[in-house]
């Protein structure tokens, strides 16, 4: 049973930063792409950034040169370092993760931004 597990959300202050964490288990093909989603109440999901194991990363226009995503020496881990946090960054982030044309998610983590 293959999973993904988020950490790292919380509550920030407008301006502030945080590193989420997404780790996958159950399966020992590397997963690609990986990327993050995120989901604001009463909208659709979103991608936010998304990475190929080559390296190889796109963002949305609206995080663009504030979050960062990246992949980690462990196989199937992936972060997205998130600066300059605004309010319009509140939502649900989930971890995504793609292998032999099946998708899999996370349960997600809030990510709360105070102005």
């Known amino acids: 049973q293959v999973q993904l597990v988020e950490s790292g959300g919380g509550l920030v202050q407008a301006g502030g930063s945080l590193r989420l964490s997404c780790a996958a288990s159950?399966?020992?093909?590397?997963?690609?792409?990986m990327g993050w989603y995120r989901q604001a109440p009463g909208k659709g999901r979103e991608l936010v950034a998304r990475?190929?194991?080559?390296?190889?990363?796109n963002y949305a226009d609206s995080v663009k040169g504030r979050f960062t995503i990246s992949r980690g020496n462990a196989k199937n881990t992936v972060y997205l370092q998130m600066n300059s946090l605004k309010p319009e960054d509140t939502a649900v982030y989930y971890c995504?993760?793609?292998?032999?044309?099946?998708?899999?998610w996370g349960r997600g983590t809030q990510v709360t931004v105070s102005s």
């Open positions: 159950g399966t020992i093909f590397s997963m690609n792409p």
């Open positions: 990475i190929t194991k080559e390296g190889d990363t």
């Open positions: 995504n993760g793609n292998r032999a044309y099946t998708t899999y």
